[in-house]
């Protein structure tokens, strides 16, 4: 029988308030979007840096 692979591209995502407090965690940036109701692509931005909110939430 194979190992079970884990998906690689797969990060935990925590939510943030804008006072730093923690929110939410998800297992992934998809199961944040489903969630919350934000973009996948906005959280994979914030995630990289190259935005710093996201529907007030860094």
Known sequence: M???QRDKR???V???DLEDN???AFKSIAE???AT??????IAKVCRGE?????GYV
Do not use: E, Y
């Open 2 to 4: 194979l190992p079970v």
């Open 10 to 12: 797969i990060k935990q």
């Open 14 to 16: 925590q939510q943030l």
């Open 22 to 24: 923690m929110v939410g």
């Open 32 to 34: 944040a979007s489903r």
């Open 37 to 42: 109701g934000i973009n996948k692509t906005c």
């Open 51 to 55: 935005r710093k909110t996201s529907n």
